[in-house]
């Protein structure tokens, strides 16, 4: 049996390929998100571990992987540094000035890396990390060692088209805001890259006068321990000679600060990627059975052969899916390979949005490896299992027959009602999620759908039918009897039409669900801004990073400029959590009014106004005191004065901007809001604007309907980015169309064969197996786009709060459905030709 398992194997290579080309896809998807999200991992994790010091001495309150560290004036003054050599358990103690704020910008004048990595400035000194090897690598020239040069990573320094002994150009948060220096070398961090941020590296006393207005003096103090000591018998005794508001830190509690704050992101993008792997395995998995099912089919007579002539039911079922155990096997194993090139490809795709993944460290793990064949060969197996049943089923007399085919019965009247039943409970949990059950509202409504998703396609042969009914007159009506012939075709086997079908469904299905959130979300955020856009101009980075002050002072001297309001976030622990707090000037409540639930916007001294929402979380109402541990150690206890409903224009917890400079916060602005006297004129009031911020290129001015188109695009390209990785799955379903159409057209031979014979054109054969390619095509889009809309509309209902329009994208429906008839055109070309090569006798001849 093993032997004729081959056989049939090398015999049919065609079919092999093409039935192989679904586990290839699916598994192939698998890993290259298991690598990608691998690679990623452990590129910040070489990163981290390859940056850190034994112990670190920083200001209270702040939190690793938040550069906050310039972000305060208070100082680590020289003094300090050398009690802290004196130790006896430290090797060696370097003060560092890190500069938060700064970014590069090219040889154009054009900013580099301006997607969202931090640019990190840095004074070079010589440091150990945790292992004991050098914190940075010298990859080309040298250190910076006068006032005037700097040393640039190796991925910066090539995006913005440097060589050693150019000149390059550093935008500073505060100050001067454009300096040069002389490029005389290039590094890296030990460990690898920069994930896409910059590293800049000064000179010490270049580095004190850019970021510390020239004081001799330090933000952080990184520590070596000595022979025998460990990190936290460093840290005890560096924090014996600190003064008061610094603390010491292990280096693996500076790791574990870092991987919590990254980790959170990475696991965000690693179960983003996931789910899509999953819909495209799940997709495979119908080809799959849909193959097996017309294999199967097609062989009957050798299996009811193979029982005349002695085999048992468990040795034909045995061969069915020992076939298709090497088949995954293959596709397993081929499906590692295009993971690999894939997982590349994906970090090609974020390294255009600034996110770099060190090549070397997307390999294949074991893990991977495992998970790949694990999958593979677990769904092939199964999906292959109910076909290889029913070929055992096949009675040995049936072999005699010259008619043997095998009919697929018509979804029994049980099946039936249970896949209704099926469809009221997916409809209970959704209810149940729109109705506040307990837990997260999204759960209960994702459950509905998969199980809206899965009975759709066990049904689709019966949901489907009227679709194919209205195919088969629309083709009828408009080419004639080839138009007739394909609709029957079509019809002929409900459950293979449904079940290739039920693949491009699941695709749209999730396609149109995502259309419908996106759409909504680009309605509500059209609704906030003209509900809350009340300056006539903001003006901000698009990364949201802070910039300098002197900005705001040029735009305040513009003619017609009437008002400024200035805003400057920072990072904050409130009341024991991590969070993020807003400062707000005077002017601010001249410019908006918040709608407020109780208490007053007007806010003084060490005062706060907090959003309903975080009024909640924070369990506080108006007169109750928030304290609020800001970076530098200063801890203030804010009395709550107002309580406003949740708005983007500023922050759930929002105070004076005088709070965060009597902390000793450094003066940056996040934001400004302009209003222009009634004279002006609006337009000379921008272009004037605009001239002011035309030399900064992380600042941009807007009005409401830039605003408003800043904020589409931000939507828009994460929409492609999904609509781009669904489209692998929708591929694998096209694929399940070209599959079933070749094998089809191979089962009807016979039949091919007499209608050329009776006078059919190749012309109309080809135009009658399109047809039937593009029926199935639009039955799984209009069951997908069905099943997609109901849930989109259910998961926008349970966002209502966020996602206050509901906006139903009709014109993307029906181009979805227009695509989707497109790939049934595509899908038809393989099988027409080659069903319009046939030879006509040799094809009424065929058994």
Not at 626 to 646: M, N, R, S, T, W
Not at 664 to 678: A, F, I, K, Q
Not at 690 to 706: F, H, R
Request: charged letters at 20%; aromatic letters at 6%; glycine letters at 10%.
């Amino acid at each position: 049996m093993l032997r004729l398992t081959w056989r049939n194997l090398v015999a049919r290579k065609v079919r092999l390929v093409m039935s192989t080309l679904a586990i290839v896809l699916g598994i192939g998807f698998l890993a290259g998100v298991l690598t990608f999200s691998h690679g990623l991992g452990a590129t910040f994790d070489n990163i981290i571990e390859g940056s850190t010091s034994d112990a670190v001495v920083r200001t209270e309150g702040e939190v690793s992987f938040q550069a906050s560290g310039a972000g305060t004036t208070n100082l680590v003054e020289p003094e300090v540094v050398e009690r802290l050599r004196a130790l006896p358990e430290v090797a060696a103690a370097d003060g560092s000035v890190d500069g938060v704020g700064a970014n590069l910008l090219d040889e154009d004048g054009k900013l580099v890396g301006g997607t969202g990595a931090p640019t990190l400035v840095f004074n070079y000194y010589d440091s150990v990390n945790v292992q004991g090897e050098p914190v940075l690598i010298l990859e080309e020239g040298a250190w910076p060692e006068r006032p005037g040069e700097i040393n640039l990573d190796v991925s910066s320094a090539e995006r913005g088209g440097y060589e050693i002994g150019d000149e390059v150009t550093l935008l500073m948060p505060t100050g001067e805001q454009r300096r040069t220096f002389e490029l005389v070398g290039t590094s890296n961090f030990n460990g690898g890259g920069t994930a896409g941020a910059t590293l800049a590296l000064l000179e010490t006393s270049q580095a004190q006068e850019a970021f510390l207005d020239g004081a001799d003096a330090y933000t952080t103090v990184t520590l070596t321990a000595a022979d025998g000591v460990s990190q936290t018998e460093l840290a005890d005794a560096a924090r014996t000679v600190l003064p008061d508001g610094f603390t010491a830190v292990t280096g693996q509690q500076v790791i574990d600060e870092s991987d919590e704050q990254i980790g959170q992101l990475l696991d965000l993008i690693g179960y983003f990627l996931i789910a899509f792997a999953v819909i495209a395995i799940v997709v495979g998995a119908f080809i799959i059975f849909n193959t097996f099912s017309i294999l199967v089919s097609q062989r009957v007579r050798e299996s009811a052969l193979l029982r005349a002539l002695g085999a048992s039911r468990r040795q034909v079922t045995r061969s069915v899916l020992v076939e298709a155990f090497l088949m995954a096997l293959l596709g397993s194993a081929l499906g590692l390979l295009l993971g690999l090139g894939l997982s590349r490809g994906l970090a090609a795709i974020f390294r255009a949005q600034g996110l770099d993944i060190a090549g070397d460290v997307l390999v294949l793990t074991t893990s991977t490896v495992v998970a790949a064949f694990a999958v593979g060969i677990g769904v092939t197996m199964v999906a292959a299992f109910v076909p290889a049943r029913r070929a055992a089923k096949v009675p040995p007399v049936a072999a005699l027959r010259d008619d043997l085919t095998v009919q697929e019965k018509a979804l029994g009247r049980r099946r039936i009602v249970l896949g209704s039943l099926a469809l009221l409970v997916g409809a209970a949990l959704i209810g149940a999620g729109l109705l506040g059950a307990p837990g997260a509202d999204a759960a209960w409504i994702g459950a509905g759908a998969v199980i809206w998703v899965i009975t759709v396609a066990v049904l689709a042969p019966v949901l489907g039918h009227p679709v194919l009914l209205a195919c088969r007159t629309v083709f009828g009506r408009v080419f004639g009897t080839t138009g007739k012939l394909a609709g029957e075709n079509a019809l002929r086997n409900p459950r293979r039409t449904g079940a290739t079908a039920s693949a491009l469904m699941i695709g749209l299905a999730v396609v149109s669900a995502v259309g419908v959130l996106a759409s909504s979300l680009s309605a509500t955020n059209d609704e906030l801004v003209d509900k809350e856009f009340r300056s006539d101009f903001l003006v901000q980075s698009p990364t949201f990073q802070g910039f300098s002050t002197t900005i705001g002072d040029e735009i305040a001297a513009v003619d017609g400029v009437e008002t400024v309001s200035r805003m400057q976030g920072s990072v904050a622990m409130v009341k024991q959590d991590q969070g993020f707090v807003m400062g707000v000037d005077e002017a601010f409540a001249e410019i908006y009014e918040l709608e407020m639930r109780r208490g007053t916007q007007q806010m003084s001294g060490e005062q706060t106004i907090l959003s309903a929402s975080s009024a909640a979380e924070l369990d506080a109402e108006v007169g109750s005191e928030v304290p609020v541990a800001l970076p530098g150690g200063e801890v203030v206890d804010l009395e709550v004065v107002g309580i406003f409903e949740d708005t983007p224009i500023t922050n759930g917890v929002t105070l004076p901007i005088s709070v965060l400079e009597e902390a000793g916060l450094r003066r940056t602005d996040s934001m400004l809001s302009v209003n222009v006297t009634e004279s002006a004129d609006v337009d000379e009031v921008h272009e004037a604007l605009d001239e002011v911020v035309a030399d900064t290129p992380i600042v941009t001015v807007q009005d409401k309907e830039g605003f408003a188109e800043l904020i589409k695009q931000q939507v828009n390209q994460l929409l492609f980015m999904i609509y781009g990785l669904l489209a692998l799955a929708v591929i694998i379903a096209v694929i399940g169309i070209v599959n079933t159409l070749g094998l089809s057209v191979i089962e009807r031979t016979r039949e091919v064969g007499l209608l050329r014979a009776v006078g059919l054109s190749r012309r109309r054969l080809r135009r009658m197996i399109t047809l039937e390619s593009i029926a199935i095509a639009v039955l799984g889009a209009v069951l997908g786009l069905v099943v997609g809309l109901l849930v989109g509309v259910a998961l926008r209902q349970s966002l209502a709060e966020d996602l206050t329009v509901l906006a139903i994208p009709f014109g993307s429906l029906v181009v979805f459905l227009v695509v989707a008839v497109v790939f049934g055109v595509l899908a038809a070309i393989v099988p027409a030709v080659r069903a319009s090569r046939m030879k006509v006798l040799d094809a009424i001849a065929t058994e």
